[in-house]
């Protein structure tokens, strides 16, 4: 099956730019995640839906993140202005629902650089 | 909060067995043990995941102790490719509950 893809790979900016990621989970997946992970960290949920329903999104700087996932399968995620601390990877994840052990997959991750 | 407790750091001959110990004394009885490996510039990857049993599949062994308050993996012939962040995670597995990635182990395969 085809993994969970990410667009773009890099990108750089200049703070109080702002920028836009795109996810496209694995079909079928009805839960989708995106993560921050600061350089020398491990991921750090910022929200996940359900379908196209926010399920948890207490992370999210909400003032300067925003997340949609339309029809309940691609997501975007855009950082408006970016500030130089939002220099991270964002990685996009995705799972089924319902199972006893339901597996995370995770897409390569986006890597912002802001300046 | 992490539940999990892991060695920051560990090395390993290559073509040796990796032992990765964890340790997740407050993990409930319906969470799993997950084990997740990153290599560098890549997103994580699953590798093994297990209840209470002993599990095994192509990429490695998980060794869950009898109380399940601490599980080892084992890579069992390490090779330079192996060499990655690993991070061990209790979950209840519903495919509907996020995971909370700690700092994980660095593991380094040595030639």
């Known amino acids: 099956e085809a993994g969970v893809a990410q667009s773009p790979r890099y990108k750089i900016i200049e703070k109080r730019q702002s920028v836009a990621f795109w996810c496209n989970p694995i079909?079928?997946?009805?839960?989708l995640y995106w993560y921050q992970q600061i350089l020398g960290q491990g991921p750090k949920l910022l929200i996940q839906?359900?379908?196209?329903?926010?399920?948890?999104d207490s992370q999210l700087p909400k003032d300067r993140f925003s997340a949609e996932r339309l029809k309940g399968v691609d997501s975007t995620l855009k950082i408006q202005p970016a500030k130089l601390e939002d220099s991270a990877v964002y990685l996009c994840?995705?799972?089924?629902?319902?199972?006893?052990?339901?597996?995370?997959?995770f897409g390569p991750g986006t890597r912002l650089t802001v300046l | 909060d992490a539940k999990t407790t892991q060695p920051t750091s560990m090395d390993c001959a290559e073509g040796r067995a990796a032992n990765l110990p964890c340790n997740h004394s407050?993990?409930?009885?319906?969470?799993?043990v997950y084990w997740y490996r990153q290599i560098h510039s890549q997103g994580p990857q699953y590798i093994i995941h297990g209840l209470k049993n002993n599990e095994t599949n192509e990429m490695a062994s998980l060794i869950i102790t009898e109380d399940r308050k601490s599980s080892t993996l084992i890579l069992p012939h390490a090779t330079l490719r192996d060499t990655a962040v690993y991070y061990c995670?209790?979950?209840?597995?519903?495919?509907?509950?996020?995971?909370?990635f700690g700092t994980g182990t660095r593991l380094t395969v040595i030639p």
């Open positions: 994840a995705s799972s089924l629902v319902g199972l006893g052990n339901g597996l995370t997959h």
């Open positions: 995670i209790v979950n209840i597995g519903s495919g509907a509950n996020n995971l909370f």
């Open positions: 839906f359900q379908n196209n329903g926010v399920v948890d």
């Open positions: 079909s079928g997946h009805a839960t």
């Open positions: 407050t993990i409930s009885g319906n969470e799993y």
